[in-house]
């Protein structure tokens, strides 16, 4: 199995933010179950014994960690490797999670925690079978298991020049800056857990936004 | 008020974030200055922005969770 090096600003049709951050709607008799359990519920369950629990908790938070670490590291195969690399230390160290109602935060703790190290490392890569789970272009044309939002070629073009530009610019703010933002503006998470996710105060978590936002501003003026 | 603070308080009121004592006053401020009106637009406008891009790649959500949930072992987690 090879692994795909086609880049990630490439302009296919693509999900909208409240696909990944908002949770799907439950379907079967698992997903119902598990949407009626809080985090804590499925944490303790996990460390009760229960591995299924933990599945649950893939599944709630798969989407936000691999977007956290995509926006973090602007590659999706490294973000799908740090993603899964962050829920094996989760379930590694779960017992020593203090509160597990916070599972979510300190979850995103590890994954921008892990993939600011991905960054610093750049090692070599694992044998992800990452090719399965990105949808192939043709299969998104075909009808594949997610819509187009944007079937116009000239938006799609449009759309990847500005998520290439605005990848650039993240990439010139410090470490605290791009997290404070990508967390906050970004997947709107809320202060208080984008605080603990980064180990600083709310009022650090405000001003971080603020130099990212004004940094931003003025380098993505030209598409404001 | 000098240029930073103005922006600072621009984007908490974007956030929501201000007390509703602050809110108010700077409401009356935008009311009063065109520019400072322009610059919140700004700011809403790279809010807007960010949140559409870079969006990500179209991804197969339930063969990740079966992966990831693969790689994970069976036995609970030691305490």
Not at chain 2, 10 to 29: C, F, I
């Amino acid at each position: 199995m090879t692994i795909l090096n086609f880049p990630v600003s490439s302009n296919l049709p693509t999900e909208t933010v409240s696909s990944y951050v908002t949770p799907r709607p439950a379907s079967g008799h698992a997903d119902r179950q598990a949407a009626g359990s809080t985090d804590g519920n499925l944490v303790q369950r996990t460390l009760a014994g229960c591995r299924p629990a933990f599945d649950d908790l893939i599944r709630r938070y798969q989407r936000q960690a691999v977007a956290v670490s995509y926006r973090l590291l602007g590659n999706a195969h490294d973000a799908l490797e740090v993603s899964q690399n962050a829920f094996l230390k989760a379930f590694v160290n779960l017992a020593s999670l203090q509160k597990p109602e916070a599972f979510g935060g300190w979850l995103m703790r590890i994954v921008s925690n892990l993939s600011l190290n991905f960054r610093r490392a750049r090692k070599s890569r694992s044998h992800l079978h990452l090719d399965d789970l990105l949808v192939a272009k043709d299969q998104i044309s075909a009808g594949g298991d997610l819509p187009s939002n944007h079937p116009d070629p000239v938006h799609q073009l449009a759309s990847a020049e500005m998520g290439g530009r605005l990848r650039q610019a993240l990439r010139t703010l410090s470490n605290k800056q791009r997290s404070a933002v990508i967390l906050f503006t970004i997947e709107q998470l809320p202060q208080k857990q984008v605080a603990q996710t980064l180990g600083c105060s709310v009022e650090a978590v405000k001003w971080h936004v603020f130099q990212a936002r004004k940094k931003l501003k003025e380098i993505l003026r030209d598409y404001l | 008020m000098c240029s930073d603070e103005l922006e600072h308080l621009l984007t908490e009121y974007l956030d929501g974030t201000l007390s509703p004592a602050r809110r108010s006053a700077l409401q009356k401020h935008l009311d009063q200055d065109p520019n400072a009106q322009a610059r919140l637009e700004l700011y809403r406008a790279l809010d807007e922005l960010l949140r559409v891009a870079p969006p990500l790649p179209p991804m197969r959500w339930d063969a990740l969770a079966k992966q990831i949930s693969a790689a994970i072992p069976r036995s609970p987690p030691k305490g």
